[in-house]
């Protein structure tokens, strides 16, 4: 079973534009597996919209994988959405792995939008359905609960066949979804107990449902810092004292990767905590000399 490990940003830490085109470059050249972008579209901290990044992404590099954690597929029209990816799958030969969620019921964006969070799964699964039959290149006729269609189709296709759809979210229903829809499934910022009783849930309904997913397919998400780390820092992901945010030497941040790989993951998203270009190249550099040859395996 393989061991990946790619590196994420999600507010953004660079400071100018172009640098962070010199740590995709950067990351390519080092041999990470995957860049990541969080997807986050309301706020006033600068914040990257994920797949504007993922297609800057399939033209500033040529080998490393790209994802997005998680966009919310509520908030999107599935006919748009399913061409972005498309769009970006075929630019970049094969290289997306699209992940998607509902967005959590206490996120400003509902209110911003004047939208109804109560109906997000809803949406987001009828959302996803119709993706995934446009990915295929079906001729979608649908009257749904929330999108109507009459012979939508998208061409050219994804690269990819099936296009990978990793799904977000650790409530039952998004276990459910993972299990229905799912090609993969990734943890957001969750310790790593949290992470295995997840991953355990969805291989149990996934035997119930009689469908499989490659076990290579299950990640986890890892806020983490080679050094002293702020409390400014580490509280923008809400958990602090150790829980998910992991600090120090080298050593420490694979001790929590491996807690992880224990737990069942198998894909890795290392969010380097850094300020300034400088701060943020000097973390990938140590996390691709010192963290990643001790966690991935082949």
């Known amino acids: 079973m393989k061991i990946r490990a790619g590196l994420g940003i999600a507010a953004f830490p660079f400071d100018a534009p172009r640098d962070f085109f010199a740590f ?16 986050r579209l309301q706020g006033s901290e600068g914040q990257l919209e994920a797949l504007a990044t993922m297609a800057t992404l399939a033209g500033c590099t040529h080998r490393i994988k790209f994802g997005m954690n998680a966009v919310v597929a509520s908030l999107r029209d599935p006919l748009v959405l399913a061409k972005q990816c498309a769009t970006i799958d075929f630019l970049s030969g094969g290289r997306l792995l699209p992940v998607f969620g ?33 990915w295929r290149g079906e001729e979608v006729q649908l009257t749904g609960r929330h999108y109507a269609y009459a012979g939508a189709r998208i061409a050219p296709l994804p690269v990819q066949q099936p296009l990978p759809c990793w799904i977000g979210g650790s409530s039952p229903a998004a276990i459910r979804r993972t299990a229905r829809l799912g090609t993969g499934w990734l943890a957001g910022i969750q310790p790593p107990a949290e992470v295995g009783r997840v991953i355990a849930a969805i291989r149990s309904e996934l035997e119930r449902s009689g469908r499989t997913i490659d076990p290579d397919h299950y990640g986890a998400t890892i806020p983490c810092r080679i050094g002293e780390l702020d409390a400014a ?22 001790a929590r990767a491996r807690e992880y790989v224990a737990a069942g993951a198998t894909k890795l998203v290392l969010i380097p905590l850094a300020r300034g270009t400088r701060d943020v190249m000097e973390q990938a550099e140590r996390l691709i000399a010192e963290v990643l040859p001790a966690i991935e395996t082949a």
């Open 233 to 254: 820092l580490a509280g923008r992901f809400g958990r602090t004292g150790g829980e998910v945010v992991v600090a120090g030497a080298a050593a420490a941040v694979i």
């Open 102 to 134: 509902v967005g959590a019921l206490a996120d400003p964006v509902w209110k911003a939008t004047g939208r109804d969070p109560g109906e997000r799964g809803r949406r987001a699964d009828e959302a996803l359905e119709i993706a995934q039959r446009l």
């Open 24 to 39: 995709a470059e950067r990351c390519e050249a080092g041999g990470v597996d995957s860049l990541w972008q969080t997807d």
